[in-house]
């Protein structure tokens, strides 16, 4: 199956900054959502995005297929971003997603 | 409130013992799916319903069954749970190949 690695695996911010995290996978997709995991265990969908550039509000994400990664912006970190990121992909057609280990972050006031 | 349901939020089982957890999504989505999450391992695939009336197999589906009862409604069955289920099961639903998944609330289970 196609492996995806996250970096970084977790990754400490004070409220305010700025943050990049990355996805990289082995294989091409045509499926890559990133989520967010927060503290109540509550799985939420940020961005389906095979390719190209989205925003929404201080998140963006952009992927570039043809070199199989992907980076998740954050910017003006609040702590409310606190939790764990997903990046996942899919390579068939029934996008069955294979997940990543997830970035750890933590936001601190 | 559209999106997908799921019951119970937490349960203990005994070796042995039986159950089914539920999935329900008002969203007319084709595709569901049920996913396990343990640490340090991720969330991996159990089953997945393409669409109404398919089921097939994930990366995991030793121990488990599924129906598809309708285009809303997808069940996960545990005939004999052993310890090794203790997990949290999310079951997800998407319009299908080309579109974002929403996910459930989740389920606790904890098998002694």
């Not at chain 1, 297929?65 to 910017?75: D, G, H, K, P, V």
């Not at chain 1, 970190?77 to 899919?90: E, I, L, N």
Request: aromatic share 12%.
């Amino acid at each position: 199956g196609i492996q995806v690695e996250q970096s970084p695996p977790d990754l400490i911010l004070q409220e305010g900054a700025n943050s990049t995290l990355r996805c990289n996978f082995s294989d091409s997709v045509n499926n890559l959502q990133w989520f967010h995991q927060n503290p109540w265990g509550q799985l939420i969908n940020l961005f389906y995005i095979p390719s190209g550039t989205k925003q929404n509000g201080r998140l963006s994400a952009t992927t570039v297929a043809t070199e199989r990664y992907s980076l998740l912006y954050i910017s003006s970190s609040q702590t409310t971003d606190s939790g764990v990121y997903f990046c996942a992909v899919a390579a068939d057609s029934w996008g069955k997603l294979q997940f990543g280990a997830g970035t750890q972050v933590v936001v601190t006031p | 409130n559209a999106g997908v349901t799921q019951t119970p939020k937490f349960q203990v089982l005994k070796t042995g013992q039986s159950m089914t957890l539920q999935c329900a999504q008002d969203m007319n989505h084709n595709s569901m799916y049920w996913y396990r999450q343990d640490p340090g391992m991720g969330l991996r695939l159990i089953y997945y319903s393409a669409s109404e009336g398919t089921t097939d197999k994930g990366e995991v589906p030793n121990g488990y069954n599924v129906s598809r009862l309708n285009k809303r409604e997808f069940s996960l069955r545990l005939e004999s749970a052993a310890p090794s289920q203790t997990s949290v099961y999310f079951c997800a639903s998407s319009a299908g190949q080309n579109y974002g998944y929403t996910f459930g609330s989740g389920t606790r289970l904890t098998v002694v």
